[in-house]
């Protein structure tokens, strides 16, 4: 087999390269940048050329490659390229290839367009090895359009009530795509490691205020403060009062989610596929051997199993998927970024 499961990451022998590895290694190919696939301590990375800037941003002076999609490398006769994961800016599906065995190590994806990614596109290949943060029936997500109305709409609902309107998302990802959506005349201000990580990214910023210890309510009157989840309970949110707080996740379809987490309004925002996309995605690569990591690993490989007579097994990851009250191990790789 070209691809074998370790315990220090999913890795293939042939080129001697790791993708998304938990521990460090010699060489490793990062399919996106979040903290849980992108890990400080390897000797070389390759990815993405978008997530240039900002692995370098989250991991320091790293020995850094880049390809663009569809550009192919050859390692010891292993032909390697990236292939676009609709997961957020940079994000990459690794395809392998050796003596016409071939493997696509999605990372994370989605398949739904949210007009702000480069679309995901199907790889063929005969084994895939996927997510399963949505792998439950119940995960069926609306169009990026509708939720961008929505969330519009709630703002203009707040500023009519002279209400600021408070936003929790992921600061790489979740928190560009939000910006992308809001059509909105009012003030943004932003939780200092959502600009910093903008800035790394190359996101224009110019529009937006950068939360300082100088910052004056007034500056707002009302507008709107796009923060992460770390923010979520803190005295920081006091000064922004009076408010209204919404988060934006997937994990906002569950019944109860939003009030669990004493938001005022939840909006169906994620970055990873739902169950109809996960479906799709599968069954697009034409693989018949299909690897479940992180997520519903059991329930989907279950179903992959009876439904499709696929060779679908589960596996063991330290991979996280999307999870708004794990977000800390993402703001804590930017520690001198926090001003709250």
Not at 98 to 119: A, R
Not at 148 to 174: C, F, H, M, P, R
Not at 312 to 321: C, H, Q, S, W
Request: aromatic share 10%; with cysteine.
């Amino acid at each position: 087999m070209l691809i074998q499961f370790t315990k220090s990451g999913i890795y293939c022998k042939q080129a001697d390269v790791y993708i998304d590895p938990w521990k460090p290694v010699d060489k490793a190919i990062i399919t996106h940048a979040h903290s849980d696939h992108a890990r400080i301590g390897s000797k070389h990375y390759l990815a993405h050329k978008d997530s240039e800037l900002i692995l370098k941003y989250r991991l320091g002076n790293i020995l850094l490659q880049t390809l663009n999609y569809n550009e192919i490398i050859t390692i010891n006769g292993v032909t390697i390229s990236l292939h676009p994961a609709g997961h957020i800016i940079g994000s990459a599906q690794v395809r392998l290839e050796y003596q016409g065995e071939i493997w696509v190590v999605s990372g994370d994806y989605k398949v739904k367009k949210d007009g702000y990614t480069i679309p995901f596109e199907p790889v063929k290949c005969q084994h895939f090895i996927t997510e399963s943060t949505f792998g439950l029936p119940i995960y069926n997500f609306p169009e990026a359009d509708e939720v961008n109305l929505q969330l519009n709409n709630w703002v203009d609902e707040n500023t009519l009530q002279g209400l600021n309107s408070i936003i929790i998302g992921y600061a790489l990802g979740k928190a560009q795509r939000i910006l992308n959506a809001l059509k909105t005349d009012r003030p943004i201000l932003l939780h200092s490691t959502i600009y910093n990580t903008n800035h790394a990214l190359g996101f224009d910023n110019s529009n937006y205020i950068k939360f300082t210890q100088e910052f004056k309510k007034e500056q707002l009157n009302p507008g709107i403060v796009l923060a992460t989840g770390s923010a979520m309970g803190s005295p920081w949110l006091k000064r922004f009062e009076p408010y209204k707080l919404a988060m934006c996740s997937g994990w906002m379809q569950l019944r109860g989610a939003r009030r669990r987490r004493n938001a005022d309004k939840g909006f169906v925002m994620s970055d990873h596929a739902d169950w109809q996309g996960l479906n799709e995605a599968v069954l697009a690569t034409g693989a018949e051997n299909v690897y479940v990591t992180h997520g519903y690993k059991s329930v989907f490989s279950t179903w992959l199993r009876d439904n499709y007579k696929l060779n679908a097994v589960e596996v063991e990851t330290l991979f996280e998927g999307e999870n708004i009250e794990n977000e800390s191990s993402e703001n804590n790789l930017n520690k001198e970024d926090e001003a709250a």
